[in-house]
């Protein structure tokens, strides 16, 4: 039966409030909408490809990538050994002519610092913990882009089937109010029943607005997360409602503290302060000069009746650490070590705290979500139907049956984005507590240059 049919069925004394009611389908019923018609013709994008659409796209991987490959460039630099200097010495020169075939002697030498103490090894250890803590944070953001997707994707399959609910509500209140208006110019409702109509059409078509402006803004974030600017929306598969994993409390810290690239970090990152204590007392080990060469000397020699001709020079020498025992840097690098130790501390309990903010989010959002599902949702379903079915048989008043409208529509609302926040902190518990899929890389503790380095 058609709703203009139910129009005239109804003029003989029905009110407009009668066909309201008769125009509101069950919580249940599907109605088509233009957004689902679109998107139903373009192939269901999955999760798993937005993932490796973000992994090969996301700027701040390739961001991490580079902090690698520049740490590992820093610790072949921190073995490499002090280059020689090649030189050429000219000794007694004579600006005299008379003399100067007689006076004056040519060499060339090569100069070199001998290592001692371990010294380069240990600076190469240095860079090699600070590689490692760029490799956790290499980690770590990889779990932030990741989990940034995941929840963006929860987030747009909740909001466009918001856009779906809003849309079907609009569109029923708008045949709604059409009909009113019919009703009206046949003398078969009254003014007020038309204006309640039309409040009823604004209010469900700013909802509407919203909705729509909503699940755009989702789209463009997700787009912006894997990096591609003509990501256009799809429909995706709705997973909203799939059986919700139980996480268990205990389980997730002990997996946390296990597994998380912040303590990963923060361990490496002690590891780093420990061979910087070992470089720091290293470095008053002196160092050998060696340096010798060849010339040739055209200094007469009284006892050989001659030229000296060629002869060789070799010189050694070590600075002596009497006044600087770099003790100074010692005292600092053993406050720097201490600092790290506290880190590891800080960073555990840092930790024990957001999971405990984050897990009591998913109790919450759990038994928001299990409570909607199986006890607000049907009695506010039971409620619609049962006046609807009295406002059919004129036992009940077209108020009543407005309160239970929005009540019902209202609950699966507030359904639709609790399971939105379950799934959301579901993907953050199992992502170790990381997000933020576009922010930078954080950068890795010590110098660029040769770590540990420092002068005798």
């Known amino acids: 039966m058609s709703f203009r049919s139910i129009v005239v069925r109804l003029r003989a004394g029905a009110s407009a409030a009668l066909c309201f009611a008769l125009l509101i389908p069950t919580a249940t019923a599907q109605q088509p909408n233009t957004t689902q018609t679109k998107e139903q013709s373009s192939p269901e994008l999955t999760l798993a490809a937005l993932e490796q659409m973000a992994i090969k796209n996301n700027p701040t991987l390739s961001q991490a990538e580079a902090a690698i490959q520049a740490a590992e460039g820093r610790r072949r630099q921190a073995g490499l050994w002090p280059n020689p200097v090649i030189g050429y010495e000219g000794d007694g020169l004579a600006f005299n002519s008379l003399v100067y075939p007689y006076r004056n002697g040519q060499s060339f030498f090569v100069e070199q610092t001998i290592l001692t103490g371990g010294k380069l090894a240990k600076s190469k250890n240095i860079a090699a913990q600070e590689k490692a803590q760029t490799q956790a944070e290499a980690e770590a953001q990889r779990l932030r882009v990741l989990n940034a997707v995941r929840m963006l994707y929860y987030e747009v399959v909740g909001a466009q089937q918001l856009l779906d609910l809003r849309q079907q509500l609009a569109e029923l209140t708008r045949e709604a109010t059409e009909i ?66 139980v996480l268990v409390q205990e389980e997730m810290l002990a997996g946390l503290l296990r597994d998380s690239p912040e303590i990963k970090r923060a361990l490496a990152g002690v590891e780093r302060a420990k061979a910087v204590v070992s470089r720091a007392k290293a470095e008053p080990k002196p160092d050998i000069y060696l340096r010798g060469g060849v010339g040739y000397s055209n200094e007469w020699a009284e006892f050989y009746g001659g030229k000296t001709g060629w002869e060789g020079r070799l010189e050694a ?122 922010d930078a890389p954080n950068g890795v503790a010590g110098d660029s240059g040769n770590p540990g380095a420092g002068s005798n």
């Open 180 to 245: 009113s208006e019919d009703l009206f110019n046949t003398g078969a409702a009254d003014r007020p029943d038309v204006l309640a109509a039309e409040v009823e059409l604004q209010r469900a078509e700013i909802d509407l607005l919203r909705a729509r402006n909503d699940y755009s803004r989702v789209w463009q974030t997700l787009a912006a997360v894997v990096n591609d600017a003509n990501l256009k929306p799809v429909r995706l598969e709705n997973s909203l409602e799939s059986t919700a994993p």
């Open 317 to 438: 020498g070590v600075r002596v650490p009497l006044f600087n025992r770099n003790q100074g840097n010692v005292a600092a690098s053993k406050a720097d070590l201490t600092a790290a130790e506290r880190e590891v501390q800080r960073v555990e309990l840092a930790l024990r705290a957001r999971l405990a903010e984050s897990f009591a989010q998913y109790q919450n959002s759990l038994g928001v979500a299990v409570r909607y599902q199986r006890e607000v949702l049907p009695r506010a379903q039971r409620a619609y139907d049962l006046y609807l079915a009295k406002f059919r048989q004129m036992g009940a008043a077209y108020p009543q049956v407005l309160f239970t409208q929005r009540t019902l529509f209202q609950a699966r609302t507030e359904y639709i984005s609790s399971l939105v926040e379950l799934w959301q902190h579901v993907v953050k518990l199992r992502g170790l507590l990381l997000t933020g899929g576009l």
